[in-house]
């Protein structure tokens, strides 16, 4: 079965800037939408970006602006580059497509 794998998650000062990525291990992005949620422990899952197989690009409107997603087909990557990051930016971000699920990477702003 296709696993997601997200990384780049860490620690960041506000206005700073991570890159995020979801590997999956096996040729599955460019056939499939794939989509990035975050999570806090005290709220839901929340949609973040979305990128259609025909290349169109979706974004809440918290981080419309500030997040841009895109894809690497060659390596099976897809990346969330994320600026001008706040600290309700927090959270535990996912890569999902279709049912399948990553194991999360961890997003701290925090001066």
């Known amino acids: 079965q296709v696993q997601l794998v997200e990384s780049g998650g860490g620690l960041v000062q506000p206005g700073g800037s991570l890159r995020l990525s979801c590997t999956a291990s096996g040729n599955i992005f460019r056939f499939n939408d794939v989509r990035w949620y975050r999570q806090t422990l005290s709220k839901e899952r929340e949609f973040v970006a979305v990128l259609r197989v025909n290349g169109y690009t979706y974004y809440a409107d918290s981080v419309k602006g500030r997040f841009t997603i895109s894809r690497d087909n060659a390596a099976n990557t897809v990346h969330l580059q994320m600026s001008s990051l706040k600290p309700e930016d927090t959270a535990v971000y996912y890569c999902?497509?279709?049912?399948?699920w990553g194991q999360g990477t961890q997003v701290t702003v925090s001066s």
């Open positions: 999902n497509v279709q049912d399948l």
